[in-house]
């Protein structure tokens, strides 16, 4: 079993109210095995919300204490995401999830960059929270760049 960013399928879960469909991720969940999920929404938050960046860290920094997650008002929402993360993590157990195909670039499921934390489309090296949690935990986690 694999889990997948649910907006990869067409939820419009994001920030924005929207989703970012993506055609061969699509396909590959058509095949059958993929579990979808938003981290952000299992943490509690609405649809729409405030975009958010993770603050001159990474997603693992988040985990343990050295970073926040704010929206560009500065509202703190590093609880929500890392309960998402936790609950995403919870999911992945319960289904038996070995890998994870999740959105780039997110503060959640981004894997490899985020943004940089200045809400100024600067990327930086990292993952998100969710990623760095199913990493941690030996869960091999892809973005939809893998399938392109
Ligand atoms: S990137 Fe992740 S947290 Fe953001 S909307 Fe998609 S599934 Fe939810």
């Not at 670039?105 to 929270?129: M, Q």
Request: hydrophobic share 35%.
């Amino acid at each position: 079993m694999r889990l997948v960013s649910a907006c990869l399928l067409g939820i419009n879960c994001n920030w924005k109210g929207k989703s970012s469909l993506d055609k061969k991720v699509f396909e590959e969940f058509e095949k059958g095995g993929l579990f979808p999920v938003c981290p952000e929404i299992l943490g509690g938050q609405s649809v729409p919300r405030a975009n958010a960046e993770i603050v001159e860290g990474t997603g693992m920094d988040v985990l343990e204490g050295r970073a926040k997650v704010m929206d560009p008002r500065g509202n703190d929402v590093t609880e929500q995401f890392v309960r998402g993360a936790q609950e995403t993590l919870r999911i992945a157990k319960a289904v038996g999830a070995d890998e994870a195909i999740l959105k780039a670039r997110s503060p959640s499921c981004g894997c490899g960059k985020t943004y940089d934390g200045t809400f100024s489309h600067k990327l930086v090296d990292g993952d998100g929270v969710t990623a760095a949690l199913l990493k941690k935990n030996g869960i091999v986690v892809k973005t939809e760049d893998a399938y392109q």
